[in-house]
């Protein structure tokens, strides 16, 4: 065999290798990477209840969630009990953290006619409720029950992501999915530092209604 022949046999074996190579590569950063999931099939959930929400502030206007019993029965029934009662009329987003989620629900002490800077640790009057986790992943528009470091400890309060959060998966309630008005949400005024605190003029909720 003449050298010329041995340079391009050792030649084409290297191409073959290093193609090879890249393709292994390209498979497992395929696998790997973490990929934004696809939204949820909500079309068998035309039944469902719907929460309405009228928000005033920087995100004026109407948000609408589909409630999710299939995955969370009882605290979709805790969310719909409140809002039937008005208890979430005129409570604020008072935890919005940019490029994560918008916080509200504390009926207690989230008030926008005085909270005593308080908001964020009050509940309802009903007892905490026990863990409803899923496989249903936290992304955009994903509406979960918030809770403390107990899993057994969501009461009233609910987030509202704008942006995937999948360090959440299976350690968070999913209760629904934003259906309408989701550039209300991601108007929602932010909060400041790493916790999100809204201390002045937070957005409020002025009504939340539930539609069957």
């Known amino acids: 065999m003449s050298e ?13 290798f290093l193609a090879g190579v ?3 590569v390209g498979y497992a950063i395929y696998t ?4 934004e999931p696809a939204p949820a099939d ?9 929460l309405e929400l009228s928000i005033a502030g920087q995100g004026q206007g109407t948000v609408v969630i589909t409630l999710r019993p299939d995955l969370a029965p009882q605290h979709v029934e805790r969310i719909v009990t409140l809002a039937r009662e008005g208890a979430y009329d005129n409570v604020v987003f008072h935890r919005v953290i940019d490029g994560f989620m918008a916080q509200t629900g504390d ?3 989230g008030k926008a006619d005085g909270n005593g800077g308080r908001a964020g640790m009050g509940g309802s009057s009903y007892p905490d409720l026990p863990a409803e986790f899923s496989d249903e992943p936290f992304v955009e528009g994903v509406v979960g029950m918030a809770r403390a470091q107990s899993p057994n400890s969501a009461n009233s309060q609910f987030f ?14 999913v209760v629904g999915h934003v259906t309408e008005g ?5 108007a929602i ?18 009504e939340a209604r539930v539609a069957d």
């Not at 989701?182 to 991601?186: C, E, F, G, I, T």
């Open 32 to 35: 790997l990477w973490p990929r």
């Open 189 to 206: 005024k932010r909060g400041d530092g790493p916790n999100g605190a809204v201390t002045s003029q937070p957005d409020v909720i002025t």
């Open 4 to 16: 010329t022949h041995t340079k391009r046999d050792k030649m084409t074996f290297w191409i073959a």
């Open 182 to 186: 989701m550039d209300v949400v991601h």
């Open 22 to 24: 890249a393709i292994v």
């Open 107 to 109: 009926v207690e002490f």
């Open 42 to 50: 909500l079309s068998a959930l035309g039944d469902a209840p719907k």
């Open 160 to 173: 509202i992501m704008f942006a995937p959060g999948p360090f959440l998966d299976g350690k968070y309630t």
